[in-house]
């Protein structure tokens, strides 16, 4: 697109953090003059150098074709194009994308006190390099980093410990299991507790029933004749949910619904709290006849290869209890075949490491959660063996 030849145009090319000047910007400069002190969109560059090596030579001005590290541009991120005009003209220039990561670990600080210090230090390294992420998973509370593989993550953990002084231990990310349930059960819990004074009184009958897979979870009530009055069954809600955060496997339960349906109260000693644990104990004595099932996340996956390694993909992938969908030629690849499928999660950990070994180095794959599915009876005796409620 045309762009005002009377602008300065660059891209960032990479971005470093240096133990002395702090965050430097590797940018192309494409277009116009690149002045120290000029405004990129709305950040003003706080220095221009010339890398040699290690060393940076610092200058005030830079032409179109150089290279140049800017100093100080916050907020400015590794492909971003950079206008003098405060980033307000449109400028489109080719990107390299990030590879989507696929190799994951769980990390944690060696020292217990260096926890503060970690998001903050992610946060440089992954500026520096987009093809790592992270996140702090919401199911397992581990901190996982992402890579391409398992050297890219070796070297992205010695830069955390040199660069950073954070030294991590490393395992495997645990899979966020779930459970739920195959059968229909009907359940009774009072709670009574006296302790001088107002005692504590609920009393509730739950019907328990499984969901169609992916539909959650669902509170109802059928009280009649208000046996558990409007402001109790709050309560009674609030007491379910907490239970199906750690159900009898030991997981988080999924695809349920509740009906209350029947209950008593009393009129001084009952309370909001009071049938919130009646609603617990009832879960806690339904919940197990409702014959309770472990569900793991199943990813959909596509994986390229050149077509003379496609056979070895495809047991690849079966011989790791994944679903083959389909294989066709891959667009705009000569010679190369994409197969698709589902792999449970618990299988994907060294699966781009097998990859690459069956297919010289060159294959690759993506993938993203699709669903969740039932583990099998005996490898589900061993994950509760290992990590469930035993």
Not at 40 to 55: D, T
Not at 113 to 137: F, M, R, Y
Not at 154 to 174: E, I
Not at 360 to 389: M, R, S
Request: proline share 5%; aromatic share 8%; glycine share 10%.
């Amino acid at each position: 697109n045309k762009v005002d030849s009377s602008l300065t145009v660059a891209q960032v090319l990479k971005t470093y953090y240096t133990p002395q000047g702090g965050k430097l910007s590797l940018a192309r400069v494409w277009q116009g003059t690149l002045t120290d002190g000029m405004s990129l969109n709305g950040v003003r560059a706080g220095g221009l150098y010339h890398m040699l090596g290690q060393q940076h030579q610092s200058t005030h001005e830079v032409s179109a074709g150089d290279i140049v590290a800017i100093g100080r541009l916050e907020g400015i991120k590794t492909s971003d194009i950079l206008v003098s005009n405060g980033g307000k003209s449109k400028v489109e220039l080719p990107k390299a994308e990030a590879l989507a990561p696929v190799y994951a670990l769980a990390i944690a600080p060696e020292k217990r006190k260096d926890e503060v210090k970690l998001s903050g230090a992610l946060t440089k390294l992954l500026e520096e390099d987009p093809s790592l992420a992270w996140e702090q998973h919401g199911d397992t509370n581990e901190i996982i980093l992402w890579g391409q593989g398992d050297i890219h993550l070796k070297v992205a953990l010695d830069r955390l410990k040199r660069k950073y002084n954070l030294p991590m231990t490393t395992h495997l990310p645990q899979v966020a299991y779930k459970e739920t349930i195959r059968k229909t059960a009907t359940s009774h819990g009072r709670y009574k507790h006296q302790s001088g004074g107002h005692g504590q009184f609920g009393d509730v009958y739950l019907d328990i029933k499984p969901l169609d897979r992916g539909e959650g979870f669902d509170f109802s009530e059928t009280i009649v004749g208000g046996v558990v009055p409007r402001q109790y069954i709050p309560g009674v809600e609030t007491g379910v949910r907490e239970y199906l955060t750690h159900g009898p496997l030991g997981f988080p339960v999924v695809d349920v619904a509740v009906t209350l349906t029947n209950g008593s109260y009393h009129s001084v000693d009952s309370s909001e709290q009071a049938f919130k644990q009646a609603a617990r104990l009832a879960m806690t004595d339904g919940m197990p006849k409702c014959q309770p099932v472990l569900l793991e996340p199943v990813m959909v996956i596509e994986v390229c290869a050149p077509t003379e390694f496609t056979s070895k993909v495809l047991q690849l992938v079966t011989g790791r209890r994944g679903q083959i969908l389909g294989y066709e030629a891959l667009a705009d690849w000569s010679g190369w075949d994409c197969v698709s499928g589902y792999l449970p999660q618990a299988e994907m950990h060294d699966f781009i490491v097998e990859l690459r070994s069956l297919t010289l180095g060159i294959g690759f794959f993506n993938w993203k959660y699709d669903h969740l599915q039932e583990v099998p009876g005996k490898l589900a005796k061993t994950v509760l063996a290992t990590v469930g409620n035993g």
